[in-house]
Each structure stands twice: as structure tokens, then as C-alpha cells.
């Protein structure tokens, strides 16, 4: 059982930055891959950012390209989402996922096995 836990979400101004931290403990696979998703209120889940576990290989949404910037500590077994440049269309609740060791760089909520509990963030215009 792996068991993942964020913080650093918050209220911001727009063009603000955040970062945010999943910390895992408990059965951990380093060369999982982890990802970042963000559901706003009365919204479907959606894929933020992932990065793998071997490589390190990151992928981003659209959305989030040039702003936002996923990074991993295996030592700590800990993953960041960077957030600069917010703006009020970030606000959602942000999850942190895990997978079991695989292929692929993949961006499905259902392709990932763990979750936190979620963190807040809000982004005031």
C-alpha cells in the first residue's frame, strides 16, 4: 500500500506561484511513474502534469505548459508541481497519484493506483 500525502496549496493572487508537495511513504515504487491532477468544483478530474520514474521524463496539459513544472526526489520519495504565472482558471482541488512500475508516459486517472487526499488552491483575479 503506498500512501500519498500533498501540501503547499493556498490562496494566491493571480500571477502568484505555489508549490506543491506529495509526500509517499509506505509500499513506494521510485520507478513508478506520478502525476498531477485538479478537479474544480462540479468539474471532471483532469490531468495536470506526470513524470516518470526511471527517467524522469515529464509531460504537461496544454494549459500548464510554461507555467507549471513537475519534478521528483526518489531519496525523499517526493514529487513538486511548481505553479508560476497562476491564474483564476487554476483554482481546483490538486491530487497527487502513483502508479505501480510500467511503460509509458500516461495521463488517465484511471491508469493510477494511489491517491492524496487533495490540497486547495485558489487563485483571487
Known amino acids: 500500500q503506498v500512501q500519498l500525502v500533498e501540501s503547499g496549496g493556498g490562496l494566491v493572487q493571480a500571477g502568484g506561484s505555489l508549490r506543491l508537495s506529495c509526500a509517499a511513504s509506505?509500499?513506494?515504487?521510485?520507478?513508478?511513474?506520478m502525476g498531477w491532477f485538479r478537479q474544480a468544483p462540479g468539474k471532471e478530474r483532469d490531468f495536470v502534469a506526470v513524470?516518470?520514474?526511471?527517467?524522469?521524463?515529464?509531460y504537461s496539459a496544454d494549459s500548464v505548459k510554461g507555467r507549471f513544472t513537475i519534478s521528483r526526489d526518489n531519496a525523499k520519495n517526493t514529487v513538486y508541481l511548481q505553479m508560476n504565472s497562476l491564474k483564476p482558471e487554476d483554482t481546483a482541488v490538486y491530487y497527487c497519484a502513483a502508479r505501480a512500475p510500467g511503460p509509458g508516459i500516461l495521463t488517465s486517472p484511471a491508469a493510477y493506483d494511489y491517491w492524496g487526499q487533495g490540497t486547495q488552491v485558489t487563485v483571487s483575479s
Open positions: 509506505g509500499r513506494t515504487f521510485s520507478s513508478g511513474g
Open positions: 513524470i516518470s520514474g526511471n527517467s524522469g521524463r515529464t
